[in-house]
């Protein structure tokens, strides 16, 4: 079994509990070639409503939630107390920190990437998003990030701070709203090299992962280009006089 296969078998499995057993089930935390396959795995699940959530709209990391169609819940009672928030606060004196050094620190306590979700780091410290069930562990053993000591408390997700991104607006005339030259204009590449990086699964359009350069995107569409960062397709104008498209997207810095 391939590790694709392992992770459909396990999203349904998740699926058939919700059906036969009547009761809100859920995944771990997926990134988003994960994603694609759990929207692929349960487009057509008769009896159970399937809905993703990663604590926040914007959340690049999410777990599929599982509903019985039959139960009158909306999707925030579904995902009710399914994730939390672990707050991390560093010395004002120390070095600046980024998201790699959190994660780099949380994984190296052996914690399974699927239980932990974004991580939002401010100039004091961070939030973290984990599933409650790794929060007492999190709390005695996650003193340091590198040689930094950190605090850390637990709040509920409701609490999450999202800090406001600083973006940049890119302007650019594009051949097509095809997936490879909005990339290409977005994070400053070739459209051969656009390609290659959605061939290779680190592109996600709308928090899912899209393997096709030439699908088409949209106006209001959110791109990831993962190791490089996120886009919003703000507007997609008219034809130039050369026959180019106008585009004007907003990047995240």
Same mark, same amino acid.
């Not at 680190?202 to 030439?214: F, G, Q």
């Given at each position: 079994m391939t590790?694709?296969?392992l992770i459909i078998s396990r999203i349904e499995d998740k699926i058939e509990q919700c059906r036969e057993g009547y009761y809100v089930t859920n995944t771990g935390?997926?990134?988003?070639?994960?994603?694609?396959?759990?929207?692929?795995?349960?487009?057509?699940?008769a009896g159970v409503r399937c809905l993703m959530y990663g604590g926040y709209d914007e959340a690049e990391r999410r777990m599929l939630v599982c509903v019985p169609s039959e139960i009158p819940m909306s999707d925030a009672e579904a995902a009710a107390d399914l994730l939390a928030v672990l707050r991390v606060t560093k010395p004002?004196?120390?070095r600046e920190l980024s998201h790699?050094?959190?994660?780099? $620190? %949380?994984? #190296?306590?052996?914690?399974? /990437? $699927? %239980?932990? #979700?974004?991580?939002?780091? /401010?100039?004091?410290?961070?939030?973290?998003i984990i599933m409650p069930e790794i929060a007492e562990f999190l709390l005695r053993e996650f003193r340091q990030v590198?040689?930094?000591?950190?605090?850390?408390?637990?709040?509920?997700?409701?609490q999450l701070s999202i800090p406001e991104m600083k973006t940049q607006t890119i302007r650019d005339t594009i051949p097509s709203a095809r997936l490879d030259s909005v990339v290409a204009s977005a994070f400053k590449l070739s459209r051969s090299k656009a390609a290659e990086a959605i061939r290779g699964g680190?592109?996600?359009?709308?928090?899912?992962?899209?393997?096709?350069?030439?699908a088409k995107v949209e106006e209001g569409q959110t791109l990831v280009l993962?190791?490089?960062g996120k886009a919003v397709i703000d507007e997609?104008?008219?034809e130039s006089k050369k026959g180019r498209i106008w585009i004007s997207i907003r990047r995240y810095i």
């Open positions: 590790k694709d296969e935390l997926l990134d988003s070639h994960e994603q694609a396959l759990a929207a692929s795995a349960s487009r057509n699940a004002a004196i120390s790699r050094d959190y994660l780099g $620190s %949380v994984l #190296g306590l052996g914690i399974d /990437r $699927s %239980v932990t #979700g974004d991580i939002l780091v /401010r100039p004091d410290g961070a939030d973290i590198g040689r930094t000591n950190i605090r850390t408390q637990l709040v509920p997700i409701e680190i592109v996600s359009l709308d928090h899912a992962e899209c393997l096709k350069p030439d993962r190791g490089k997609i104008g008219g």
